[in-house]
T-cell receptor, first 113, second 108 residues
């Protein structure tokens, strides 16, 4: 089944404790990205990757890191989480950008205390 | 100014009604546009794409007006199952930009 998987689905952590949210897709997609969704602000792009070893900042990259060592995986790293990073996170993949549908993972609900 | 803007609603309509959502975009270089549906904080799922003037799929019609820089979504004969948040999305070649979403509730 073609899908995007994210883990964990739910996470409660404390300020400053490094965490990684994994994202994997099995559709051989070139483009992957991370979004956060907050009430009233919609989905905002954190980072995106056009291809392996190519990543770039989205609109809200502060406090996040990513890596794209393999085509299928695109982990999101929070080196020192803070309460303002409490949010719903979605990973997405697509064949490209223009004219391409994005497929989303099920989301990760993160709470930073 | 946000790249993509849409009226958050909420829109509350009776079953069988026709409802229309509009979305404006600021980047005239945007090439493609999409409407996604999102149910109660679950992952967004593609409803329709619109690249040229319009696209129709059953009860749903999406239209694009490049001169005025807006896209619209028309839902005819609304069903209870259409209740969701509808997200307008545009691309700029490297990135996708989402509107904040329009909430629709279809009432029996």
């Amino acid at each position: 089944e073609a899908q995007v998987t994210q883990n964990p689905r739910y996470l409660i952590t404390v300020t400053g404790k490094k965490l990684t949210v994994t994202c994997s897709q099995n559709m051989n997609h070139e483009y992957m990205s991370w979004y956060r969704q907050d009430p009233g602000l919609g989905l905002r792009q954190i980072y995106y990757s056009m291809n392996v070893e190519v990543t770039d900042k989205g609109d809200v990259p502060e406090g996040y890191k990513v890596s794209r060592k393999e085509k299928r995986n695109f982990p999101l790293i929070l080196e020192s989480p803070s309460p303002n990073q409490t949010s719903l996170y979605f990973c997405a993949s697509s064949r490209g950008t223009s004219y391409n549908e994005q497929f989303f993972g099920p989301g990760t609900r993160l709470t930073v205390l | 100014r946000k790249e993509v803007e849409q009226d958050p609603g909420p829109f509350n309509v009776p079953e069988g009604a026709t409802v229309a959502f509009n979305c404006t975009y600021s980047n005239s270089a945007s090439q493609s546009f999409f409407w996604y549906r999102q149910d109660c904080r679950k992952e967004p799922k593609l409803l329709m794409s619109v690249y040229s003037s319009g696209n129709e799929d059953g009860r749903f019609t999406a239209q694009l007006n490049r001169a005025s820089q807006y896209i619209s979504l028309l839902i005819r004969d609304s069903k209870l199952s259409d209740s969701a948040t509808y997200l307008c999305v545009g691309d700029t070649g490297n990135q996708f930009y989402f509107g904040t979403g329009t909430s629709l509730t279809v009432i029996p």
